[in-house]
């Protein structure tokens, strides 16, 4: 049973900086692409970052410069450094996973990953 489970939202002052982690359990990271996706209230969800089974990034160009994906294959967990905050940042944030083909192209669409997370909310004021 696969379940990924992040934690590390909460509220920010613009200029701000939150982490946040997503843990897997029920398969490993290390041979999947893994990445963050967010929604807006009234927005459509839209990708955010990922990171592939060799390490290789991708980012939309919104956070491009101030956030940070990384991951822990040892513990499972993946990591989203949010640096510099702005009001816009504000949503509800998922951890998901899915096969590598996910990554290939950097597109960052949601109906490319498999599992999901519950999110977690980030609000930034």
């Known amino acids: 049973h696969v379940q990924l489970v992040e934690s590390g939202g909460g509220s920010v002052q613009a200029g701000g900086s939150l982490r946040l982690s997503c843990a897997a359990s029920g398969y490993t990271y290390s041979s999947y692409c893994i990445g963050w996706f967010r929604q807006a209230p009234g927005k459509e969800r839209e990708g955010v970052a990922a990171i592939d089974s060799d390490g290789s990034t991708s980012y939309a160009d919104s956070v491009k410069g101030r956030f940070t994906i990384s991951k822990d294959n040892a513990k499972n967990t993946l990591y989203l450094l949010m640096n510099s905050l702005k009001p816009e940042d504000t949503a509800i944030y998922y951890c998901?996973?899915?096969?590598?083909?996910?990554?290939?192209?950097?597109?960052?669409?949601?109906?490319?990953?498999?599992?999901w997370g519950q999110g977690t909310q980030v609000t930034v004021s």
């Open positions: 998901a996973s899915g096969p590598r083909d996910a990554c290939v192209s950097g597109s960052l669409e949601d109906t490319d990953f498999t599992y």
